[in-house]
């Protein structure tokens, strides 16, 4: 009885998930002295044992002089041994480029991780986990002092594209000016915005800028695309600065140097002197536009009850006509049962009696319907009569009640023809009449 107690027990504590206590949380800087605008990775590793252990939340994570960019994936999986106890969890890694010289300390104490049991049994928990005090160095690189946004890096390129190329131009054209910047173990969120003057002349509209980042074994290659647009308001001589970039190459420990050249353009009026006008009739164009606008919804909104009435009597209108009332028939027959159905041919009939008196349904019959037709409408009042559903022959009726209105229609073309042509054939009685 004693040992099946102890195995239950030894049971319950293998599937229950491991303690705050038990987490192996671990964190260091890679490398623990940078430069400024160095990219420092701050690994964390969170293990659990006999169980698997990762990180549901950071929390806010800020640290005063520093940019800070949270792990953007699931971090990668590790399995050790500890004193003979296995340990499985993830390994995640932040990176932050310092600003300024000095030291940093980085405290996080709000680390949730979630821990899961291995096995046929498995639960997880989510456990609250402090992260060890993280501290590192930084410096200014010999020679940088006072540049603001500084990258340290192994390598970066810069670009920049003109479109369409530097030349003469005319009032109202434009000219875009695209650069690129590419940097090995950036992330693009770390490259500060380039600034751009405005020029008196030229309005200026820049782009959102385009980040992106490439992961690729361990390490990342980010880029900053920026697009600047150029509208030429008035004539005369222009010229763009060049963009001067200094960055520090942590494996030459140099400062570099890539200067973008400006560029130096002329300005002409329009041939036809439209544009600069086009230009300045814009904002009374606008004022017009608008109130117009303004007038049309004040009239909609005082008339609106008028509107309304007016669109009601429409569909009104429009459900008493031949054509709906008949599409109408021809949907009951489809579904509907036997009363439905010689409700709906009756209401058709009166749309398109003549006389202006309730529509009978034997001339109709009589006049437009063959004898089986008149046969199968004639079954259809007796079992709307008797209620007698479903109707059984609705595709032969639909096909007689097609064939009966492309009859009525047909005679009444004639009648029509017949009216037009009859004064021609007498002549001398129309004259007289």
């Known amino acids: 009885m004693i040992i099946r107690l102890l195995t239950c027990l030894m049971s319950c504590l293998a599937v229950f998930p491991a303690t705050a206590d038990d987490l192996l949380v671990r964190s260091q800087v890679i490398p623990e002295e940078a430069w400024i605008g160095q990219r420092v990775i701050l690994q964390i590793d969170v293990l659990a044992p006999d169980a698997w252990a990762k990180i549901s939340r950071f929390g806010n994570i800020e640290l005063s002089g520093a940019y800070v960019l949270p792990p953007k994936d699931e971090g990668i999986r590790l399995q050790e041994s500890v004193e003979g106890t296995a340990y499985s969890g993830q390994r995640y890694e932040i990176s932050i480029y310092p600003q300024r010289s000095g030291s940093f300390e980085l405290e996080m104490e709000s680390l949730e991780v979630e821990v899961r049991t291995l096995g046929g049994n498995a639960g997880s928990v989510t456990r609250k986990a402090t992260l060890p005090t993280v501290k590192f160095d930084s410096r200014v690189p010999p020679g940088a002092e006072g540049i603001p946004g500084l990258i340290s890096t192994t390598r970066l390129t ?13 009032v109202g054209n434009a000219m875009k000016r695209t650069i690129r910047l590419q940097a090995a173990g950036i992330s693009g969120m770390a490259f500060e915005p380039l600034g751009q003057e405005s020029i008196e002349g030229l309005a ?44 520090w190459d942590i494996e030459g420990e140099s400062l570099e140097r890539i200067e973008l050249p400006g ?22 164009a606008w004022i017009t536009v608008a109130s117009l606008v303004i007038l049309v919804l004040l ?20 459900k008493q006509m031949e054509g709906y009332l008949f599409r109408l028939l021809e949907k009951s027959v489809r579904g509907a049962d036997s009363k439905t159905i010689f409700g709906n041919l009756m209401r058709w009939l009166d749309s398109i009696e003549q006389s202006g008196r309730p529509a009978r349904l034997e001339p109709f019959v009589t006049r437009y319907c063959a ?5 199968l409408i004639m079954q259809l009042q007796k079992a709307a009569m008797h209620d007698e559903n479903p109707f059984p022959e609705r595709k032969p009726l639909l096909r007689a009640l097609g064939s009966a209105r492309k009859r009525r229609k047909k005679e009444r073309h004639e009648v029509t023809r017949a009216s037009v042509a009859l004064p021609l054939l007498n002549p001398e009685k129309n004259r007289k009449a």
């Open 158 to 170: 810069a670009e920049q594209e003109w479109e369409p190329q530097p030349g003469e131009m005319q």
């Open 204 to 247: 200026l509209y820049p782009a959102q800028p385009r980040v992106d980042d490439r992961m690729e074994r361990g390490t990342i290659e980010g880029s900053r695309v920026e697009t600047f647009t150029y509208v030429a308001e008035r004539s005369g001589s222009y010229t763009l600065p060049a963009i001067v970039l200094e960055w």
């Open 263 to 284: 560029t130096s353009f002329k300005v002409a009026r329009s041939s036809q002197g439209a544009a600069a006008g086009t230009a300045a009739s814009l904002p009374g």
């Open 299 to 318: 009239a909609l909104f005082f008339l609106r009850h008028a509107i309304a009435d007016w669109w009601q009597n429409r569909l009104a209108a429009r």
């Open 371 to 375: 004898p089986p037709e008149q046969e």
